[in-house]
């Protein structure tokens, strides 16, 4: 795996332009909690924990979508799945929880406001259940998979719609808001559990399958095609490394790197969906005993419903 850092360029390593993107979010970020405040109703001074958050999400991001794993993650499917964990399940739920709620409010009650059809659309529950989970299933049938990873416009986009499907996922598993669409807390940790099986038939077909799956990993052919578009321009492959189909870049032959991406895959999402649990479970006893806990976000002042234009 160590080969990787010595044959790719400091650009096709690191993303470079990936990073900037994500400081021109972070800058954003920074410009509406602290320049633009004032613009909103009940607006208060955004917690430190959340401004950690909000980076520890960003670096998640990097990892998922850029950084050394980009490279790796097409010639190993465990790299490639912790690429799906970093970008899916630990960095959407880390934005959604570092954004403050009074800017939530605004937000969603401008969209509420201008776009009710879509508002009813995108935040119906059963839409984020099945979205993420069906379209990370599809994502993972090999010739869909090797398919996307040859065709640089629609693989970003794919990945860009699993970001958009994962927050619509999230956003009811986390409530960020009190709104009368909510589940309750009960229902959102059978939504939790119910995501965890949902995801399960991919991981299962990864990890059991007799025989590596993806020609990506397996067809040097294949796998020049997909580094071809992934590198920058003016990086080439080491012509050695074409037979190979990138194997010296990973730890395990092919098809125990599949086995093992799919057990990692499965055991993270057990983790976080866990974490999220008890998550859930302590804002639930929080509700019941108000005094023993913090705020909720159920105790939202009554005047956070007001919005300036």
Not at 27 to 49: L, N, Q
Not at 141 to 154: N, R, S, W, Y
Not at 288 to 304: K, M, R
Request: net charge positive; with cysteine; hydrophobic share 50%.
């Amino acid at each position: 795996m160590l080969d990787i850092f010595s044959t790719f360029s400091f650009r096709a390593l690191w993303t470079p332009e990936l990073i900037v993107v994500l400081l021109v979010v972070a800058f954003v970020y920074y410009w509406i909690i602290e320049k633009r405040r004032h613009t909103f109703i009940g607006a208060e001074a955004v917690s430190f924990r959340q401004k950690i958050y909000f980076a520890l999400g960003l670096f998640a991001l990097y990892l998922g979508w850029g950084s050394p794993f980009y490279i790796a993650g097409h010639s190993s499917m465990t790299v490639h799945m912790l690429q799906m964990v970093c970008a899916y399940f630990i960095s959407v739920p880390l934005f959604i929880l570092s954004i403050p709620k009074w800017v939530l409010h605004t937000w969603v009650h401008k969209w509420k406001k201008n776009a009710k059809w879509t508002y009813k659309l995108l935040l119906n529950p059963i839409l984020g259940l099945f979205l993420f989970n069906g379209l990370f299933s599809i994502y993972h049938i090999p010739v869909v998979f090797d398919f996307l990873m040859q065709a640089k416009i629609l693989h970003s986009g794919y990945y860009m719609l699993l970001f958009a499907a994962a927050v619509l996922m999230w956003w009811h598993m986390l409530a960020p808001l009190p709104t009368g669409e909510n589940l309750s807390d009960l229902r959102r940790i059978i939504y939790i559990f119910a995501n965890g099986i949902l995801i399960t038939p991919a991981c299962a077909l990864i990890i059991f399958a007799g025989s590596a799956m993806y020609e990506t990993f397996t067809n040097p052919a294949v796998w020049a095609n997909v580094m071809a578009y992934c590198l920058p321009p003016g990086d080439k492959i080491p012509p050695g490394l074409v037979e190979t189909a990138g194997s010296s870049f990973r730890f395990l032959d092919a098809h125990p790197d599949q086995q093992l991406g799919g057990v990692l895959m499965k055991i993270s999402q057990e983790i976080v969906y866990l974490s999220t649990i008890g998550y859930v479970f302590k804002q639930w006893m929080a509700k019941e005993n108000p005094q023993d806990g913090e705020p909720t976000i159920s105790d939202i002042p009554a005047h956070a419903n007001q919005f300036k234009n």
